[in-house]
């Protein structure tokens, strides 16, 4: 089921990164990691990815946006998932919900961090099945 | 400085229309220039005839300054008062009174009445009353503005403080949720970097919550200051010396150039606070194997203390924000580096506390140079 799939995990938090590459192996998937937006750009050259996983606000605050168009740019079926701790830092909410989000937000899912594992899993199997 | 132009609105209720029209003339093309507050004040005068009208025009307008006659037909001017203080709706009320009994004028007072005007009174008693009440209203004005602007520097502070204290927590708790799942299973070596993160992360929030503290100290000036004299040669080695473990972790070189004569008058937990940010930050955010130079250089009025570093710089934009509280520079040399983000908060606190001067100059992948120059006093 998840043989052979590759994730793409890109995050400016080497914590995070080094956690959720973890627990995403575990789950028996590839996990390949960026720390920006660059290196995952370069990474992208040769790597075609199952699905992403972007953070949104790394060195820049909409690096995430330009990162998923980017992946889109190279193939729109990649199932792209944002996460971002804008929610719980500003109250701002936003997500691909409405038709307005879904226009200018190109990301399948967007999850508020701190992520919650079971979630993160479990958005995997649907976007990956 | 151009002077900023304040009209204030003002509404004179009274039943006699030569005394409306009097003082309407008096205050036509007047205008107040408060040179110490930078503003002109010139004013917009309305008139109404009574206090029923006075009442139907306050729905849908209100003016910054009142004169209110105290003896109207109908409703008087304390049942004016009474109203207003009713609706608590404050304005400034100056009472012109052509009798007033010491008991109406307690009254009136006591329902928030600002000033009185005695009847007759020329051009130039209004127009000193007035300016009394111009200083005022934009006194208080300026206060509540500043009081506004303090608050939202605060809510923002904390804002970003709850974030600087909350990701270290989220890192932790995700590490301990990964070794509660045995997720890289029973070996207990496999969660070796694991725990050497969660440690470091442990460190940099309790650094961050001493800096805060010290930021805190020096700001509400409820640290206790003992001033004596201190020599700066001394301090910098104490400061060096706290600070070897880090410079040969990063293989970094420190060099000093001690002077004669460093003495100031200062508090020794102040200016140890100073250097530390200062070298700490230069051996932080410099190359491996670099160099940081610590010069003293004493003058007849000042001595400066310069530490230069052979670091990684800053560019013009990123040393614009340079000593604003948590404005760490974010890219991709700076991403391993741990620190607070206040600890150039803390040197312009403290530079502030000493009528000392800061100077930057800094080029990227060259180094930065801060020099400091203290008041010997």
């Not at chain 2, 109406?104 to 600002?114: P, W």
């Not at chain 2, 970097?193 to 000036?221: F, Q, V, W, Y």
């Not at chain 2, 010069?295 to 340079?322: A, H």
Request: proline share 3%.
């Amino acid at each position: 089921m998840s043989e052979n799939k590759t994730v793409l995990l890109v995050d400016d938090d080497e914590d995070f990164l080094l956690q959720h590459k973890m627990l995403i192996e575990s789950c028996g998937y590839i996990v390949t990691t960026a720390q920006n937006r660059s290196e995952a750009e370069q990474l992208l050259t040769t790597l075609k990815p199952s699905i992403a996983i972007l953070d949104l606000m790394m060195e820049q605050a909409d690096d995430g946006f330009v990162l998923a168009h980017h992946i889109r740019q190279i193939d729109s079926s990649i199932p792209i998932i944002l996460i971002t701790a804008v929610t719980s830092e500003t109250g701002l909410k936003f997500g691909v919900v409405s038709e307005t989000d879904k226009k200018w937000v190109k990301a399948d899912v967007v999850l508020s961090k701190p992520v919650r594992f079971e979630q993160l899993k479990s958005e995997l199997e649907r976007l990956l099945s | 400085m151009t002077k900023e132009k304040t009209p204030l609105k003002v509404w004179i209720v009274d039943d006699e229309p030569g005394m409306c029209l009097g003082t309407k003339r008096a205050l036509r093309d007047h205008v107040i220039d408060m040179e110490d507050l930078n503003v002109s004040v010139n004013f917009e005068v309305n008139t109404m005839e009574s206090g029923e009208a006075f009442l139907t025009n306050l729905k849908g307008d209100k003016p910054h300054i009142l004169l209110l006659d105290g003896k109207l037909p109908g409703i008087d001017g304390i049942e004016v008062l009474e109203e207003l203080a009713k609706q608590s709706t404050k304005i400034l009320t100056i009472m012109i009174t052509a009798y007033a009994t010491l008991e109406k004028a307690v009254k009136a007072t006591k329902l928030g009445a600002y000033d009185f005007l005695a009847k007759p009174f020329t051009p130039d008693e209004l127009r000193y009353a007035l300016k009394k009440a111009s200083r005022d209203i934009i006194l208080t004005e300026r206060a509540k503005q500043l009081e506004a602007e303090k608050q939202q520097v605060r809510f923002e502070f904390i804002s970003v403080l709850a974030h600087e204290l909350k990701s270290p927590l989220n890192a932790i708790e995700g590490f301990a949720d990964i070794m509660k799942g045995r997720v890289a299973g029973n070996d207990i070596e496999k969660y070796d970097h694991m725990i050497n993160r969660m440690c470091a992360r442990i460190g940099g929030m309790r650094k961050l919550i001493t800096d805060l503290l010290d930021l805190t100290r020096i700001e509400s000036g409820k640290k206790k200051r003992i001033l004596e004299p201190i020599n700066l040669n001394s301090s910098v080695e104490n400061v060096i010396e706290n600070n070897i473990g880090l410079a040969q972790k990063n293989n970094i070189t420190v060099n000093v150039a001690p002077s004669n004569k460093c003495s100031i008058n200062g508090d020794s937990g102040e200016i140890e606070m100073l250097l530390n940010n200062l070298i700490t930050n230069a051996i932080k955010y410099n190359k491996p194997n670099g160099n940081v130079d610590i010069i003293l250089k004493p003058s007849e009025t000042t001595i400066s203390i310069i530490v230069r570093d052979t670091g990684i710089g800053m560019s013009k934009e990123e040393q614009q924000n340079l000593f604003k509280e948590f404005s760490r520079i974010k890219n991709n040399k700076t991403k391993n580096i741990e620190g607070s983000g206040l600890g150039l908060s803390i040197i312009h606190k403290i530079i502030q506390l000493y009528n000392a001067t800061v100077n930057v100059t800094s080029e990227v992948d060259v180094g930065s140079e801060f020099t400091i120059e203290l008041p010997i006093q």
